[in-house]
Each structure stands twice: as structure tokens, then as C-alpha cells.
């Protein structure tokens, strides 16, 4: 048996879904208006640090139209406080309550909800609730967190210092002090955060008649909220939904539980009564989690042809005010020191990471995790080494990179790359880019006095990850496995359900893709419904660049057990062999007989008609339910190459030319790669010269409207010149790789290159980011500011 309809996997297809959502036909959180809705505010500490010494909630209750007013004490009783456990050793476990309890530990959190008609009476509310705080001394910088004398965040784990981590293969020591070159470098990457185009929100709806609580959520994991809310509310797993119907963007941001979630959910079991809240932009930059406030200390030795001969670094991590559940702190700070080698062979290796508590909101994932770090670093101190040895830096990397017949190839922090095209990915980039012209236009522009500088940032990321590793270092939940259940009605159309949840990168279509080339059907017989917890088979959500892997392995195994049952009851009713059949847009035949065939529909009215119909022995219905657990996961990798020129006023950097040579294994949907990489790119971007979360010394918000902290505009990058490599994953079914976290892991690190570059002339490295004016004014040698010397 055999598909003859024309291969979609591959297709520059169109998203199915971008008609429901350019018309305005999408089902977000707040476009549900049950009846009975109440609306939730939550007051939010102005404080950094403090004792909650009282709070009195009277006046607020008297409100008219007021509901309820919810303490911390209130909520306590209803759920617990979330704690995000992890096996690593050396990690301290912290309690996030969903409401604080005695004590607030950073200016945003949730102190008291105000649940009442409308949000504008609920606000009201909080204006009269009244709350008198002891202040403490605010635990702002991560290096001060360390020191004799800071105030502990959490007292019961003795330590500002939450977590730490080490990988080391082989004795680097005496590789650096062997070496004949080695660059060494103190990197600083800020503090950023996702701003998505839907805030966050969510609304819980208690049935009594039913007893089913159901959380409508803006949530990229439906499937592990319900799984801890069960625990936290003491209830069966079947008597909780979570739907995540469209999302509009998350990031990372949104594969969270956040206490806002806990507390709605618990305010409608307690009411009886929906219960909505939204938030607005300036709670979203409060207490959305965030990411990459990172210093690294890093060293990287060569032998003098260049070979990388051994890395060292020490991490250290500002993880905020408490452990995310379930990621935990360990998050970011643990996956840059098991990505920092990069795409390289490095023989002799050791790093360390950790975790410091700090009075800000919680450290989580952002797209790329840790990635953007680890690959501004290492490609960083490969161009450092580069000039040092008076080398092309492409060069450098195609010397170092590790080579095809390395392949399985085990990293020095453990992690295994099945197969990647390091090396064509480079070369491909170099080529589109016109290299050798490039630099030649740039010989030129110097000769007139421009800032011109060109940049290159090669990376890998593990992606689809399955149940040999988890997601997050140390963390207990299982994160390994996706299922999809392929259902054919009568009329001989298909339903898809998947556990996943899309937040914009076009799952409705590429799944539908996998699943008709699979069933050799037309892409418009088959639907793809996906974020509902009751609908759907067993899985958890949409992160770590996982859907494409582990749902569409899903898909594929689900769809060839309806389509080997399909093709069973075919041949039944056509009395051939099913070896002999074929299908083409939806019709089984004989192969070399096409008019001696069924359609699917007669095929699925049989399989619904009883046992009359079909082969002796076979079960009714016709669909299927299958998990998928690649195990191990699989590599995606990249090339980026940019184009800067620094304005000798302004000290501007405007982009002039971005390439991206990516591979992402065998492609479903081209059009989708590319309009991913286009906003990770954008994104990393954002990173590399705009955005930045500012908190002065007392642990308040600097950055907390989109006035100061600053997005990326369409202006910023030119059009992009997306290429692809397909090297087809050889653990992965279908050969697919994850990529929709590429763009931003690889950005960062090109332009800071590529303006390190434009300014090597003048002696001045990029080790800071983002590259604001002021910082590389700063930089310049005759700035006369206080960070006077060659870096910014």
C-alpha cells in the first residue's frame, strides 16, 4: 500500500488558520463572557521587600458591586503554595504562594485580588484595601545578593544562593595553562522579558452540576496547568479542562503557572461563579517572568593553528525573586553552561553555574533559553581568538566545528548530536552573503571613514526533546512524550486532536500537513483541533521547539494505524490484497486499475456500519490513539551573518544585511520556517540593541511601560535572506528538527560581532548587551565616561 496524492510535507502551504484570525474569528481568554462573570484585580506591592504587617480589606468589601476581597491567609486555604521541585543536587527549594503570605519579595507581587462586577469596581477596590508594610533592605544586584551582610529573600533556605551546577570533561586547567592563545572576556547579557501581543489572562468557571472546573487560559501548557492544579486544589485530574483555544503569542513566557492562574481558579470553586481576570501591559512587565540576566566569565584556549583545545566559564544567574514552577531557577543559568560549547569539538571543558534570588520577578523561559547566552559568548570569544591569531573568523569555525563522521558526537556537558551541517550551514552562509565582496565593501567604506562591520554566529540547539533528559535541568516532571489521536467520521473526513497548543506558529496547518500526506488524503479533509485538556490525548503543551517533533511523530504513527485499518477494510470490500492498494486524494484503488477503488467515506461508512461489513475479527470505528517519545531529541542548527554600520554621530547600529542558513531537518512547511525565523530573528535583534528590564538599587521598575522598555520595530531589520540545509534527523520520526527558537538564539551574538567588527579599528569588543548609543559612546576612547577603555 502506497500514497500517490502529491507530498504535502514540504509544501509552501498557506496557514488554515490565518483566515479565522485576519477576520477577527479567533477565540482568545477575554472574548468569553459567560453568565454570573465576575471580574478579578489584584493589588500589587510597591515594595521590593517587606513584612506584611497588616492588611484590612473592610472598605473594599463594602463596596457596592464588590464580590469578594482575597488575602494570602484566604487563599492559603483553598490551594497551596506552588513549590517547583528539581533533582539537582545543589538546589534549594522556595515556596511561591499565589497571594504573598507575611512577607512580599518583589514590587509586582500579588498581595490581595479584588473580585467584583466589573474590573472597573474591582480596581476601585484595591484603592481601598488597606495594607502597612515593614520594609526590608532590597536584595537588587545579583553579586550583592552574595555578600556577608545581604538580606536573606527566603529565610528557610539560609541562602540567597538557590541553586548551582558544573560540567566538566577532561582537565581544562592544564589545557588553558598549555595553550598558545587564549582569550578571556567578562560578558554581561541584561535582563529581558516577552512581550507578547496577548497579555496575559485567564477565566475559571465552576459547573456545580457537573463539579468540573474549567480555566479558559493564555497558556502555551494546557496539559501540565491542569496537571498541578489538580494537585494543588486537591481534585481528580477529570474534573479540571484547560483550554487554550488562540494564544497570541508566549514565548516561553506563557509555559509557566503563574499565581494569578492559581488564584482565579480557586476564587471560582469558592464563589461559584466565573471569575475573569486580564492583565494589562504594566502588569505584564511587572510580574511576567523573565530571562537572560546573565554574567559570564569566560576563557577559551587554542593551539596556534587555531584548535580549540579547551573552555572554561563561571555563570551567574539573577533568577529573581522565586523558582518558576516547573522549570525552576536552575533554568536558564544550567542550560547556557550545557550549550556553550556551541557546534565545536572541545576536548577539554568546565563550567560552572548559579542561581542568585534577587528582589525581581521570577527568572522563567524566553525563547532560545539560555542559547542566546551561551552562543554570544562562545562566538564571541571565537572572533576575539580569530583576531588574536590573525585568522578569518569563518575559517576559525570551519576548523573547529564538528565534522560529519563525529556524528552521534557526545558534548562535553553530556548532551548528544545525532547529525547537524555545522559546516554547510557556514559555508552556505558565506556564499549567499558574497563574502569576499562584503569585505571588500568594507575595505572601501573604511577608506571613507564608515563604520562598516560584518558578523557571523554559528549555533546548535537540542530540540524535541524526549524522556532520556528533561526539558529543564533536575526537573521531575515528565516533559518526554506527546500523543495525537487521528479520528475519521463517516463522511470520511479526518479529526486530529493533539495535546500541544499553538501560540502562532502555525500547528493547524503544518500538523494537518503530517497527517494527510500520511493518510494520503487532501490537506482540507483533515482538521486539527489542539489546547484542550478534555478533548485532547495525554501531553502537556508547545515548548522547547517540541510540537513538530513530538506531535507530528505522533501524528504520523496515528495516522498509519487508521491508514493501515483504512486500507484493511478496503480491500475487504474490494476483495484485493492490501498490498496491492494505492491511495490518491482520498481514494483507495488497485494499483494498475484505478476505476476498481472506494473512497474514504465508503471506507469509514463501513468501518461505522458493524461487524457485517468489515473483515471477521476487526473492532468497529476507524481512528487511533498513539504517543511518541523520540527519547534523546535531536539537533537543529544554524549559520547567521550580519551586515552593521555604526553611525559616527549617533553611534546608532542600523542592520544593513541579515542571512540565516538554518536546518531544521527535513522541512514541513517552508513558509512557516521562515516567517519563524523572521520573528526570531527580530526578537534576537530586540537583544542585541533595544531591549533591556531596568530595576534601580531599591528593586523597583524602571522599564514599566513600552516607552522604556523598548521592542523592535519593523524598521529595525532589512528583509531577511532566510536558506535551508536539510539534514533529516536520523532519530526523529519523519526526520523532522525543532526550530522555532532559532532565530533568536543566533541573533544576538551575529550583530554583536558584526558591530565588534565595525569598530575593531578602534580597539573596542562588544561583551555588553544590548548595545545601546550610550554604550558605545561610552566605549569610545575619547568619551571620557566611566566606562572608558574597548568594551561596550
Not at 259 to 272: C, H, S
Not at 358 to 375: F, I, N, S
Not at 591 to 606: H, L, M, Q, S
Not at 707 to 712: A, E
Request: aromatic residues 6%; hydrophobic residues 45%; negative net charge.
Amino acid at each position: 500500500m502506497e500514497a500517490l496524492t502529491p507530498k504535502l510535507v514540504g509544501a509552501r502551504v498557506k496557514r488554515l488558520e490565518d483566515r479565522r484570525l485576519l477576520t477577527g474569528q479567533g477565540s482568545y481568554v477575554d472574548d468569553f463572557r459567560p453568565p454570573g462573570l465576575l471580574h478579578a484585580a489584584f493589588l500589587r506591592s510597591p515594595h521590593a521587600h517587606a513584612r506584611i504587617v497588616r492588611l484590612d480589606p473592610a472598605a473594599a468589601r463594602a463596596l457596592p458591586g464588590v464580590a469578594a476581597v482575597a488575602t494570602g491567609a484566604e487563599i492559603a486555604r483553598l490551594t497551596r503554595p506552588v513549590r517547583a521541585l528539581s533533582k539537582m543536587k545543589e538546589y534549594r527549594v522556595t515556596s511561591f504562594p499565589p497571594l504573598a503570605l507575611g512577607k512580599v519579595r518583589f514590587a509586582g507581587e500579588a498581595v490581595a485580588a479584588v473580585v467584583a462586577a466589573s474590573r472597573y469596581v474591582a480596581e476601585d477596590g484595591l484603592d481601598r484595601i488597606l495594607v502597612d508594610y515593614e520594609p526590608l533592605p532590597a536584595v537588587s544586584h545579583m553579586e550583592a545578593a552574595m555578600g556577608a551582610g545581604a538580606a536573606l529573600l527566603h529565610e528557610e533556605t539560609g541562602s540567597n544562593l538557590l541553586l548551582a551546577r558544573e560540567f566538566a570533561t577532561g582537565d581544562v586547567d592544564s589545557a588553558i595553562a598549555g595553550a598558545a592563545v587564549v582569550v578571556r572576556e567578562r560578558f554581561r547579557f541584561r535582563r529581558h522579558t516577552a512581550v507578547c501581543l496577548e497579555n496575559r489572562g485567564c477565566l475559571a468557571e465552576y459547573h456545580e452540576g457537573t463539579g468540573l472546573l474549567t480555566l479558559r487560559s493564555a497558556t502555551q501548557c494546557p496539559g501540565l496547568v491542569r496537571d498541578i492544579l489538580a494537585d494543588l486544589l486537591d481534585l481528580p485530574e477529570h474534573r479540571i479542562r484547560v483550554i487554550a483555544a488562540d494564544v497570541g503569542g508566549g514565548f516561553g513566557a506563557k509555559s509557566s503557572l503563574y499565581p494569578e492562574e492559581i488564584t482565579v481558579a480557586a476564587l471560582a470553586l469558592w464563589l461559584r461563579r466565573p471569575v475573569k481576570w486580564i492583565s494589562d501591559r504594566r502588569e505584564d512587565l511587572l510580574a511576567t517572568s523573565q530571562a537572560w540576566d546573565e554574567i559570564v566569565e569566560a576563557e577559551l584556549a587554542l593551539g596556534a593553528d587555531g584548535t580549540i583545545v579547551g573552555l572554561r566559564a563561571e555563570v551567574t544567574a539573577d533568577v529573581g525573586a522565586y523558582s518558576i514552577y516547573p522549570w525552576t531557577a536552575a533554568i536558564e543559568p544550567v542550560q547556557t553552561i550545557s550549550f556553550l560549547p556551541g557546534p565545536y569539538r572541545v576536548p577539554h571543558y568546565r563550567a560552572h553555574a548559579r542561581g542568585v534570588t534577587t528582589c525581581k520577578a521570577p527568572m522563567g523561559p524566553y525563547r532560545g533559553v539560555g542559547r542566546p547566552v551561551a552562543a554570544f559568548v562562545m562566538e564571541g570569544l571565537m572572533d576575539r581568538a580569530a583576531r588574536l591569531l590573525g585568522l578569518d573568523p569563518t575559517e576559525l569555525r570551519l576548523r573547529n566545528f564538528i565534522r560529519p563522521e563525529d556524528f552521534p558526537y557526545k558534548s562535553p556537558s553530556g548532551i548528544v548530536w545525532d547529525r547537524a551541517g555545522f559546516t554547510e550551514t557556514m559555508l552556505r552562509a558565506r556564499e549567499t552573503l558574497g563574502y569576499e565582496a562584503a569585505r571588500a565593501e568594507q575595505a572601501q567604506a573604511r577608506a571613507e571613514g564608515r563604520w562598516i562591520g560584518v558578523g557571523f554566529a554559528s549555533y546548535v540547539e537540542l530540540t524535541g526533546i524526549g524522556s532520556a533528559i528533561p526539558v529543564s535541568p533536575g526537573m521531575p516532571v515528565a516533559t518526554g512524550t506527546e500523543a495525537a489521536t487521528v479520528r475519521v467520521d463517516p463522511s470520511g473526513t479526518v479529526t486530529a486532536i493533539f495535546g500541544i497548543a499553538s501560540h502562532g506558529q502555525g500547528l493547524e496547518t503544518s500538523l494537518a500537513q503530517v497527517v494527510a500526506e500520511e493518510m494520503g488524503l487532501p490537506l482540507e479533509h483533515v482538521r486539527v483541533v489542539h489546547g484542550d485538556t478534555a478533548l485532547s490525548p495525554y501531553g502537556t503543551g508547545t515548548y522547547a521547539s517540541r510540537s513538530a517533533v513530538l506531535a507530528g511523530g505522533a501524528g504520523i504513527l496515528a495516522g498509519r494505524a487508521v491508514r493501515e485499518k483504512a486500507f484493511t477494510i478496503a480491500a475487504h470490500l474490494l476483495e484485493a490484497d492490501p498490498a496491492d492498494l494505492v491511495v490518491n486524494g482520498g481514494r483507495v484503488a488497485v494499483r494498475g486499475t484505478p476505476d476498481r477503488g472506494v473512497t474514504f467515506r465508503e471506507i469509514a461508512n463501513a468501518a461505522y456500519s458493524g461487524a457485517r461489513r468489515l473483515p471477521r475479527g476487526m473492532e468497529p470505528g476507524l481512528e487511533a490513539t498513539r504517543f511518541y517519545d523520540p527519547y534523546f531529541g535531536t539537533a537543529s542548527s544554524a549559520t547567521h551573518a550580519a551586515i552593521v554600520e555604526v553611525d559616527r554621530e549617533t553611534y546608532e547600529v542600523t542592520i544593513r544585511r541579515y542571512v540565516v542558513v538554518e536546518d531544521c531537518g527535513r522541512i514541513i512547511n517552508p513558509l512557516i520556517v521562515e516567517g519563524q525565523v523572521h520573528g526570531g530573528v527580530v526578537q534576537g535583534a530586540g537583544a542585541a540593541l533595544l531591549e533591556e528590564v531596568v530595576y534601580d538599587g531599591a528593586g523597583q521598575l524602571l522599564t514599566g511601560t513600552l516607552m522604556d522598555y523598548l521592542v523592535p520595530a519593523a524598521t529595525l531589520v532589512p528583509t531577511m535572506e532566510v536558506h535551508h540545509v536539510e539534514t533529516p534527523s536520523p532519530t526523529a520520526l519523519g526526520g523532522f528538527r525543532g526550530m522555532g527558537e532559532g532565530g533568536t538564539i543566533g541573533a544576538p551574538a551575529a550583530i554583536a560581532n558584526a558591530v565588534a567588527d565595525a569598530l575593531s579599528p578602534l580597539g573596542i569588543e562588544v561583551s555588553e548587551l544590548p548595545i545601546t548609543p550610550e554604550r558605545l559612546f561610552r566605549a569610545m576612547p575619547d568619551s571620557g565616561g566611566a566606562d572608558r577603555g574597548s568594551r561596550a
